[in-house]
Structures are given as C-alpha cells and as structure tokens.
C-alpha cells in the first residue's frame, strides 16, 4: 500500500480514548494512524489521574499518621520528601509515552507526531504534510479555560503543579472543583500553606452538597483555608511572590502568596483543528455528535471523551468506552451508543468524595418515590480503626423498585465501595440482593450492607 493511499482511520490525540479505538481498528485489519503534538499518553497518565493520586499517596502517609497522634503513633519528624515523591511519580510518567507508541506499532498502527488541522472533509496536515482519511476521530482532551481577569496569565496548570520541583510555602488554588480540591489536599499535608478561592456559594457542585459540606469543614481541619462567593480581581507579582486581590461581595480584600493555580475548569481541546474546513460542527462543549459520536454534519468524523459534546462525565472510563464504541460503529457502520448506566466518579481528597447516579434533587424532580438512607459513619470501627471523624454515606432508593438510584459517600476507601454501587445501578441490582452478600470482615466493604 502506498504511503500516499487515503487513512482507514486516522486518530488525532493519543490519549487513552484515541489509543483504544486506533489499536481496535488496526486488529481488525485497518490501515490506522494516531497523532498528537504531545508525547503519547494523555491527560491522565501523564498530566492528570495517575500522577496525582502517586503524589496523594506521600499525603496520605501524613494524615494518616495525624490521625493517631496519642493513639500509638507518633507522627514528630515525618513529612513529604517532595523531590523523591516527585521522583517516585516519574517512575511511573516517564516510560508511558515511549511503551504506549511501542505497542501501538505493535498493532500495526503508525505514530505519528505534529499539530493536526483540517484542510478539508476526508483531509488533514500535520505540520506541513497531506494525510487522506475514510474516518477520523477526534480525542484531542481538554485544557484549562481561559480566564479574563488581569494577569491571569502568571497563573499555572494543574500540568506545572504536578512537576514542581519543590511546593512553594504559600499556594492559592482558583476554582472550586476537582483540581484545587485534590491539589490543595496534597500540598496542605505537605505543609504549605493553602487558600482555595471559589467564585460560588458551593463548591464541586456535581457532588452531594451535604457531603461537600463536610468535605469542606474536614478541608479546613487540614488546613485549608476556603473563600466562597469570592471574585479573583487581578493577580500582580510583587518582589515575594503574587498579590491576588479578591471580591467578595463588594468587599475587596487582598492575599500574598507564591504561587497562583488555575483549577477554575477546562474546555474542549479544539482550537488548532480548524474545524469549520472540514464542516465539522462544534461548539463550547465539544464536537457536536449524534449519540451514536459520529458528527452530525461530516460522516466520516466521530469524537470521542473530553472533545466531543455528550452526555458522558468528563473520565477517563468514559472517554476510553466512547472511544471503543466509536472504533466499533466506524467498522461495522452500526450505530451503537454508549450506556453511561452506573458511572462512579471520586474526588480523591482525604478522606475521598465519591458518587454514583443522581443527585438527590434530580431524583426528587424525577418523580421517583425516593428513600433517602444517610448514615454519618464517622464512629463506625472502619473509621476508628484509623482514627478518621468525618465520614458519611447518603444513597437513594426507589421505594417502588428497591433498587438503588443514586449513592453517595466521603470517607476513607469509599472511592472503592462506590464501586459496588455503580455495578448494583448497571446491573439493577436490589438492596435486598446487595444485602444477602457475605463481605469479608473487617473491610470496608462490609460495611455496605449496614449503609442500606
């Protein structure tokens, strides 16, 4: 075949999502190229998930050996070495780019590297050279949202906060989501000093907003200072580090610190693709896609996680299935969709803040006949066995069915018993069901069945 013929497949972005359908389409006998302007691997082994939850675990170790302080533990002299723990993360980063083209080729697929744009419906150049493609698909990710204040651009990415060779004394996180929540759970147990500055009355909205609550008030035990309802006005260097002056509600105040990070959201990654060449709809969300993911206005493009404008929460699972689903309606020309049944997310703070299904104020607008189960778990043995006081649970049944709709959960380990959770929705499994397993004791997992 010559170097010239069209593309079966060409991937742009090589992140899990676009790794997942290049090398399914290539084992069924495609002609498969991926791309990026990156190195191979993706916001979350690289610059997202995996990288920081290595850096969590060094927090982890801190708090808890807080935890048992006077209960056999004396915790005098222990901190974060963060050089090594970076190191540590780098074990890990390092090799994912250069193992994840390795097996690609493995499959056959070619690798290539560049900035990718549209020069026409079935075409694209990557820096300089002409690439024919049947379909293509669009995984380029996300990046952080642009923000309008003066000298918002002394600001850096979760990207930059993750490689920092040392953490700085002061840190101050803009935005209330997952990155300055995790972020500031991290370096506040690595002893810097930490201020989250969120624009609304509450922060992780996603989340359950009695279980943020707490999240917020064990946030401030761990040394976290919170700002809500609070406006970023400019940010301006000084001799020492950043002055960011703040509004709250008509009030300006000022804070100093040495570094300023931006957790205030992200967007589609869409900007260098020249989209509209190529009559590819779009629109702040994402690729405009029919629920299938092909475009709904060029049939030879589908897109896939963070790029492409779905129903599907911004993970890394449900980018990665998209993008299998996608690979399997290109080859077969089949409309499958993508079932978002039963997708747990976590917010892996300390303790962590997870959730699966609705909101209890979604499930009330619904209609359903809803039992409301919350359970503050702070004294069970499973927390005080680690000296942890704030943990709760809150799941939501449907009376007529007995079946769980949504649950909800912060504490130690619940980032895994959410699971069990998430397999109950996508199953439709009942509480009577759940409740006649026989969980190995003591786990955290036992504990469910009390939960219900």
Same mark, same amino acid.
């Given at each position: 075949?010559?170097?010239?013929?069209?593309?079966?497949?060409?991937?742009?972005?090589?992140?899990?999502?676009?790794?997942?359908?290049?090398?399914?389409?290539?084992?069924?006998?495609?002609?498969?190229?991926?791309?990026?302007?990156l190195p191979y691997g993706?916001?979350?082994?690289?610059?997202?998930?995996?990288?920081?939850?290595?850096?969590?675990?060094?927090?982890?170790?801190?708090?808890?050996?807080?935890?048992?302080?006077?209960? &056999?533990?004396?915790?005098?002299?222990?901190?974060?070495?963060?050089?090594?723990?970076?190191?540590?993360?780098?074990?890990?980063?390092?090799?994912?780019?250069?193992?994840?083209?390795?097996?690609?080729?493995?499959?056959?697929?070619?690798?290539?590297?560049?900035?990718?744009?549209?020069?026409?419906?079935?075409?694209?150049?990557?820096?300089?050279?002409?690439?024919?493609?049947?379909?293509?698909?669009?995984?380029?990710?996300?990046?952080?949202?642009?923000?309008?204040?003066?000298?918002?651009?002394?600001?850096?990415?979760?990207?930059?906060?993750?490689?920092?060779?040392q953490l700085p004394p002061?840190?101050?996180?803009?935005?209330?989501?997952?990155?300055?929540?995790?972020?500031?759970?991290?370096?506040?147990?690595?002893?810097?000093?930490?201020?989250?500055?969120?624009?609304?009355?509450?922060?992780?909205?996603?989340?359950?907003?009695?279980?943020?609550?707490?999240?917020?008030?064990?946030?401030? !035990?761990? &040394?976290?200072?919170?700002?809500?309802?609070?406006?970023?006005?400019?940010?301006?260097?000084?001799?020492?580090?950043?002055?960011?002056?703040?509004?709250?509600? *008509?009030?300006?105040?000022?804070?100093?610190?040495?570094?300023?990070?931006? *957790?205030? *959201?992200?967007?589609?990654?869409?900007?260098?693709?020249?989209?509209?060449?190529?009559?590819?709809?779009h629109g702040p969300h994402?690729?405009?896609?029919?629920?299938?993911?092909? !475009?709904?206005?060029?049939?030879?493009?589908?897109?896939?996680?963070?790029?492409?404008?779905?129903?599907?929460?911004?993970?890394?699972?449900?980018?990665?299935?998209?993008?299998?689903?996608?690979?399997?309606?290109?080859?077969?020309?089949?409309?499958?969709?993508?079932?978002?049944?039963?997708?747990?997310?976590?917010?892996?703070?300390?303790?962590?803040?997870?959730?699966?299904?609705?909101?209890?104020?979604?499930?009330?607008?619904? &209609?359903?006949?809803?039992?409301?189960?919350?359970?503050?778990?702070?004294?069970?043995?499973?927390?005080?066995?680690?000296?942890?006081?704030?943990?709760?649970?809150?799941?939501?049944?449907?009376?007529?069915?007995?079946?769980?709709?949504?649950?909800?959960?912060?504490?130690?380990?619940?980032?895994?018993?959410?699971?069990?959770?998430?397999?109950?929705?996508?199953?439709?499994?009942?509480?009577?069901?759940?409740? !006649?397993?026989?969980?190995?004791?003591?786990?955290?997992?036992?504990?469910?069945?009390?939960?219900?």
């Amino acid at each position: 075949m010559s170097a010239t013929d069209p593309y079966d497949l060409i991937v742009i972005g090589a992140g899990m999502a676009g790794a997942a359908a290049a090398e399914k389409c290539a084992r069924a006998g495609w002609r498969v190229a991926i791309v990026d302007d990156l190195p191979y691997g993706g916001t979350c082994a690289l610059r997202g998930c995996d990288p920081k939850k290595i850096l969590r675990r060094g927090a982890e170790i801190i708090d808890a050996a807080n935890l048992l302080t006077g209960k &056999g533990i004396d915790p005098a002299g222990l901190r974060i070495d963060w050089p090594a723990l970076s190191a540590h993360m780098h074990g890990f980063t390092d090799p994912v780019p250069t193992n994840m083209e390795t097996n690609l080729g493995r499959h056959g697929v070619d690798t290539l590297h560049g900035t990718a744009r549209f020069t026409g419906p079935d075409r694209l150049d990557i820096d300089g050279t002409t690439y024919q493609f049947r379909h293509t698909l669009i995984a380029t990710g996300a990046r952080p949202r642009p923000l309008d204040f003066p000298g918002a651009d002394h600001l850096i990415d979760s990207t930059a906060f993750l490689y920092l060779e040392q953490l700085p004394p002061r840190i101050l996180f803009v935005g209330g989501g997952f990155i300055s929540f995790e972020f500031a759970h991290i370096a506040a147990r690595a002893g810097t000093k930490t201020v989250i500055v969120d624009h609304g009355p509450r922060p992780l909205r996603g989340f359950d907003p009695d279980l943020v609550e707490l999240l917020v008030t064990r946030s401030h !035990s761990a &040394g976290i200072d919170f700002h809500r309802n609070t406006e970023i006005i400019a940010v301006h260097p000084t001799s020492d580090g950043y002055e960011v002056t703040l509004d709250d509600h *008509g009030r300006q105040t000022t804070i100093t610190t040495d570094l300023v990070v931006h *957790g205030a *959201g992200r967007e589609p990654e869409l900007t260098r693709l020249d989209l509209d060449t190529a009559d590819i709809a779009h629109g702040p969300h994402g690729v405009h896609v029919a629920e299938h993911l092909q !475009s709904s206005t060029n049939p030879r493009v589908y897109a896939a996680g963070d790029a492409a404008d779905t129903p599907g929460a911004p993970l890394t699972p449900v980018a990665v299935f998209e993008g299998k689903v996608a690979a399997s309606n290109m080859l077969k020309a089949a409309t499958i969709t993508p079932d978002y049944t039963g997708i747990a997310t976590a917010v892996f703070t300390i303790p962590e803040l997870t959730r699966v299904g609705l909101l209890e104020t979604d499930a009330r607008d619904a &209609g359903i006949d809803l039992d409301v189960r919350y359970t503050d778990t702070s004294g069970w043995y499973s927390n005080y066995r680690i000296g942890e006081t704030t943990a709760a649970a809150k799941i939501l049944i449907d009376r007529n069915t007995d079946t769980i709709v949504g649950a909800h959960m912060l504490g130690p380990e619940y980032g895994e018993l959410i699971n069990i959770c998430a397999l109950a929705i996508k199953l439709g499994l009942t509480t009577r069901q759940l409740k !006649s397993m026989t969980a190995a004791y003591p786990t955290v997992g036992s504990d469910l069945g009390s939960m219900l």
